[in-house]
């Protein structure tokens, strides 16, 4: 089942695989929009945003088609494992980052002094959400938040995310203006929601703003604070590729079936230095006989909290790994 945060940050790459999975859409009356515009802006007062935040941001939306277009189109995968990793770790983009961590490396070492997340990790999350910047969305943000909370399917999602878009602007940290990212509402280099802005953005150089489009040391610090504070430990790195034994168990693999070093180590699986309490899972993302991954918890969730899809996870590791070498 897609998550709330794997329809925010599907990968730049996979847009026109998702386009040719796309049913034909037929745009929808918008004559009820006016009326539930009404709704929202009073469900914004009675939420304490003041009335000049509301007219500021909500005066002049209008409805984006192309949102309620792709919100209904999100197929549940559309590439192997294999076509994904080629793809989205790919020598280009390895090459890319390379010179981009080392311009960043001083930064990125602070950042990682504080919140314990490596730069791989950080690195791998830049080039997955945006292209290490290049593509951070389009959208009209509070256009399309309006739209899917008016279109209803996800309604109270997108209400909520509508409000803490609001509180966003109030607390100074964007204008409605700047507010351009994912159709979903994303925004940044490294696509925070609304929420997560409010809950994990960081003011790194102290200058009374969250500036998550240009600031390197806030969009840095504010994703290690996100992993950080989403359980990711220090002495625990997302983990690496694995040779499996050739009688492993492929019902052995999974989430689910996370057990601890030293068990793993029982059962012939080799196992690098980590505390003995860690838990780790096997992960085979492209099915019995191809590669294998150990996931290393709680660093590995941390990282699923951000965007759960394997394929996402064991990306952003393997390129971060990559890049930083």
Not at 8 to 25: G, I, K, S
Not at 130 to 157: I, K, M, Q
Request: include cysteine; charged fraction near 20%; proline fraction near 6%.
């Amino acid at each position: 089942m897609q998550t709330r945060r794997t329809l925010l940050a599907l990968p730049a790459v996979l847009l026109a695989a998702r386009a040719e999975a796309a049913t034909p859409y037929t745009p929808v009356d918008t004559t009820s929009f006016p009326a539930y515009m009404v709704t929202l802006r009073e469900k914004a007062r009675k939420a304490g945003i003041s009335p000049a935040t509301v007219s500021r941001a909500l005066d002049h939306v209008v409805v984006v088609q192309r949102a309620i277009e792709l919100d209904r189109n999100q197929p549940e995968s559309v590439l192997t494992w294999a076509q994904y990793r080629s793809r989205i770790v790919s020598d280009r983009r390895i090459a890319q980052g390379r010179p981009l961590y080392l311009q960043h490396r001083t930064l990125l070492a602070q950042v990682t002094a504080r919140y314990g997340v490596p730069a791989g990790v950080l690195m791998g999350i830049w080039a997955l959400e945006s292209n290490y910047g290049g593509d951070s969305g389009g959208f009209n943000v509070l256009n399309c938040l309006a739209t899917l909370a008016w279109e209803g399917r996800r309604r109270p999602f997108f209400e909520t995310q509508m409000l803490d878009a609001l509180r966003v602007i109030e607390r100074g940290d964007m204008t409605p203006a700047e507010m351009v990212g994912s159709y979903t509402g994303a925004m940044g280099q490294t696509q925070f929601e609304p929420e997560h802005i409010l809950r994990y953005a960081v003011d790194w150089n102290g200058n009374g703003k969250r500036d998550l489009f240009h600031n390197m040391g806030d969009i840095f610090a504010s994703t290690a604070n996100y992993l950080a504070r989403e359980g990711w430990a220090r002495d625990i790195p997302w983990g690496q590729q694995v040779q499996l034994p050739a009688n492993f168990n492929p019902a052995n693999a999974g989430h689910d079936k996370r057990r601890l070093v030293g068990e793993w180590r029982q059962i012939g699986v080799a196992m690098p230095n980590l505390p003995e309490a860690t838990k780790v899972a096997v992960l085979m993302p492209g099915g019995p006989g191809d590669e294998a991954f150990l996931a290393y918890y709680p660093s590995y969730r941390a990282i699923r909290q951000y965007n759960p899809p394997d394929k996402y996870c064991l990306s952003v590791g393997l390129l971060g790994d990559a890049i930083t070498a």
